[in-house]
């Protein structure tokens, strides 16, 4: 009875908003967006622009003629779909090798089983309704149902970049928006590896994915593009469709907010409701494969270029710029993190290293686009020493087994990095400004102090919204199924006791 209760529960999430299709007028889709000064917003991508007038010489019953929709570059077109690639690559296999090289052998392959099939289940909820939720126009929390199914979207369908004028095939943007999608959730299972139960986990994913990861998504990166930005009245009235923390002016490039805050804070929320792992600070509990570990990370590393460089949704000198930020960023960060590990420790080690690298990775995400290469090293240099921190002291502190450090390295770095947004992305430091797209070039009146308060209201809004949605969304599975296997189940592994197989034969 209790699976069938817990099948129901997920078939009714997957379909909640069906009933309201036939109500809702079809809404323009979205791209992420890069904040201008003005908060942006812009007409239907893919729609015919404004008509160009009448020569002077034609008759009065000459009537304007429209001019042609923009047609997608095929070179920003091939970049995306590389780009998207690049991201699945990022979760399956990379985080699962990374997450799964980090637990004990008895529990490898749940892990591994946990990752890919919650990238799997996301994936179909996504373009069930879940682009539609957070990318089409309705309120600044949440979006419309004019996309469910993908319904309107064919091969001509176009979405909005953020370039005037410019445009990506509507299908490609859905997928690589699909791939941020996935891998949020998938990051929040490192913080209760080896004890919940495998329905437990995809129960949860389907109701936080609905309600924390969609509505955030809506509020940090919905608009319309820039087409809009004819005018200072055109742009106010276009501001009223954005997402809540667009129009503040948020700026969140590549995910800092939307990913992987949004990701720690339910990590550690769940670590505190799950409770800690039997025999926690009593048994050993080191990594069994350091090796996968490293190629995890390493394929993390390779992959967060489509994650990051894919977000400018162009293959411009922007993409180009945010190419050599994430890269120097991560390196900063791991040769941080191992000089203050080997300063506190004694020694440099391999899982210190790739720590480091995937905190270089959470922080410089929200600035890429924002920041020069000087200002990704600092961001790179502050992640390696503050989500050491955030793993050892920090984690003792708060006392959770958060297990593989979910909070500790995405939840701190990527708070660090929004927050970093805001300082190094002043044109006194390198950074790029914020661009204007009603006046077409660099506001000239960047304030630090202004902009990080606004980056602390995006990073608090996302805390508070995700914690609290998680904190029910446990407390339902819970109740309907419930979260942790049997102590005895725990203790023998879940690879045997869940799914019936082991990782090694020896």
Same mark, same amino acid.
């Given at each position: 009875?209790?699976?069938?209760?817990?099948?129901?529960?997920?078939?009714?999430?997957?379909?909640?908003?069906?009933?309201?299709?036939?109500?809702?007028?079809?809404?323009?889709?979205? =791209?992420?967006?890069? *904040? +201008?000064? $003005?908060? &942006? %917003? !812009?007409? @239907?991508?893919? /729609? #015919?622009?404004? =008509?160009?007038?009448? *020569? +002077?010489? $034609?008759? &009065? %019953? !000459?009537? @304007?003629?429209? /001019? #042609?929709?923009?047609?997608?570059?095929?070179?920003?077109? $091939?970049?995306?779909?590389?780009?998207?690639?690049?991201?699945?690559?990022?979760?399956?296999?990379?985080?699962?090798?990374?997450?799964?090289?980090?637990?004990?052998?008895?529990?490898?392959?749940?892990?591994?089983?946990?990752?890919?099939?919650?990238?799997?289940?996301?994936?179909?909820?996504?373009?069930?309704?879940?682009?539609?939720?957070?990318?089409?126009?309705?309120?600044?929390?949440?979006?419309?149902?004019?996309?469910?199914?993908?319904?309107?979207?064919?091969?001509?369908?176009?979405?909005?970049?953020?370039?005037?004028?410019?445009?990506?095939?509507?299908?490609?943007?859905?997928?690589?928006?699909?791939?941020?999608?996935?891998?949020?959730?998938?990051?929040?299972?490192?913080?209760?590896?080896?004890?919940?139960?495998?329905?437990?986990?995809?129960?949860?994913?389907?109701?936080?994915?609905?309600?924390?990861?969609?509505?955030?998504?809506?509020?940090?990166?919905?608009?319309?593009?820039?087409?809009?930005?004819?005018?200072?009245?055109?742009?106010?009235?276009?501001?009223?469709?954005?997402?809540?923390?667009?129009?503040?002016?948020?700026?969140?490039?590549?995910?800092?907010?939307?990913?992987?805050?949004?990701?720690?804070?339910?990590?550690?929320?769940?670590?505190?409701?799950?409770?800690?792992?039997?025999?926690?600070?009593?048994?050993?509990?080191?990594?069994?494969?350091?090796?996968?570990?490293?190629?995890?990370?390493?394929?993390?590393?390779?992959?967060?270029?489509?994650?990051?460089?894919?977000?400018?949704?162009?293959?411009?000198?922007?993409?180009?710029?945010?190419?050599?930020?994430?890269?120097?960023?991560?390196?900063?960060?791991?040769?941080?993190?191992?000089?203050?590990?080997?300063?506190?420790?004694?020694?440099?080690?391999?899982?210190?290293?790739?720590?480091?690298?995937?905190?270089?990775?959470?922080?410089?995400?929200?600035?890429?686009?924002?920041?020069?290469?000087?200002?990704?090293?600092?961001?790179?240099?502050?992640?390696?020493?503050?989500?050491?921190?955030?793993?050892?002291?920090?984690?003792?502190?708060?006392?959770?087994?958060?297990?593989?450090?979910?909070?500790?390295?995405?939840?701190?770095?990527?708070?660090?990095?929004?927050?970093?947004?805001?300082?190094?992305?002043?044109?006194?430091?390198?950074?790029?400004?914020?661009?204007?797209?009603?006046?077409?070039?660099?506001?000239?009146?960047?304030?630090?102090?202004?902009?990080?308060?606004?980056?602390?209201?995006?990073?608090?809004?996302?805390?508070?919204?995700?914690?609290?949605?998680?904190?029910?969304?446990?407390?339902?599975?819970?109740?309907?199924?419930?979260?942790?296997?049997?102590?005895?189940?725990?203790?023998?592994?879940?690879?045997?006791?869940?799914?019936?197989?082991?990782?090694?034969?020896?």
């Amino acid at each position: 009875m209790k699976k069938l209760i817990a099948l129901l529960a997920l078939l009714g999430a997957c379909n909640f908003a069906v009933t309201a299709v036939a109500q809702d007028k079809p809404a323009a889709p979205a =791209a992420e967006a890069k *904040p +201008a000064e $003005a908060a &942006p %917003a !812009a007409p @239907a991508p893919g /729609a #015919p622009v404004a =008509a160009t007038a009448a *020569p +002077a010489a $034609a008759t &009065p %019953a !000459a009537t @304007a003629t429209p /001019a #042609p929709a923009p047609v997608p570059n095929k070179g920003d077109t $091939a970049w995306m779909i590389v780009a998207t690639v690049l991201v699945i690559m990022m979760t399956i296999p990379g985080l699962a090798l990374f997450y799964g090289g980090l637990v004990r052998t008895k529990n490898m392959l749940s892990v591994l089983m946990q990752v890919f099939v919650t990238f799997s289940l996301i994936s179909v909820l996504w373009v069930l309704y879940g682009y539609s939720i957070a990318f089409t126009e309705g309120n600044a929390f949440f979006g419309g149902f004019s996309r469910l199914f993908l319904s309107g979207i064919t091969g001509d369908s176009t979405a909005a970049t953020f370039s005037k004028g410019v445009v990506i095939p509507e299908y490609i943007y859905v997928v690589f928006q699909l791939t941020f999608a996935a891998i949020t959730p998938c990051l929040i299972i490192g913080a209760f590896a080896e004890r919940v139960k495998f329905s437990a986990v995809l129960l949860f994913m389907v109701l936080w994915f609905t309600f924390a990861y969609l509505p955030i998504a809506h509020m940090v990166w919905f608009w319309s593009g820039p087409d809009a930005f004819t005018d200072a009245a055109a742009a106010e009235k276009a501001t009223a469709t954005a997402g809540w923390l667009f129009q503040k002016g948020a700026l969140d490039f590549a995910g800092g907010t939307v990913v992987h805050i949004n990701a720690g804070i339910a990590a550690l929320v769940g670590a505190y409701v799950i409770g800690k792992r039997i025999g926690y600070n009593k048994e050993a509990m080191t990594p069994h494969s350091l090796t996968l570990t490293m190629v995890g990370a390493s394929l993390l590393w390779v992959g967060w270029f489509g994650f990051n460089v894919g977000s400018n949704l162009e293959a411009t000198g922007t993409a180009a710029m945010v190419f050599v930020n994430t890269l120097v960023a991560t390196a900063a960060a791991t040769l941080s993190w191992l000089f203050f590990e080997n300063m506190f420790k004694g020694r440099p080690s391999m899982l210190g290293a790739a720590s480091g690298a995937v905190a270089g990775l959470v922080a410089i995400t929200p600035a890429c686009g924002y920041v020069g290469p000087m200002g990704s090293i600092a961001l790179g240099v502050l992640a390696g020493g503050l989500c050491l921190w955030g793993v050892s002291g920090l984690k003792r502190m708060l006392g959770a087994d958060d297990s593989l450090d979910v909070f500790g390295v995405h939840g701190v770095g990527g708070i660090l990095g929004a927050l970093g947004t805001g300082v190094f992305a002043a044109p006194s430091l390198g950074g790029t400004g914020i661009y204007d797209y009603v006046t077409n070039k660099v506001a000239p009146d960047y304030s630090i102090m202004n902009q990080v308060i606004i980056q602390a209201t995006g990073v608090l809004t996302t805390i508070v919204w995700s914690g609290v949605v998680a904190f029910i969304a446990y407390k339902i599975v819970d109740m309907v199924i419930g979260l942790r296997v049997p102590e005895e189940e725990e203790r023998e592994g879940l690879d045997i006791t869940s799914h019936g197989e082991t990782a090694y034969h020896v």
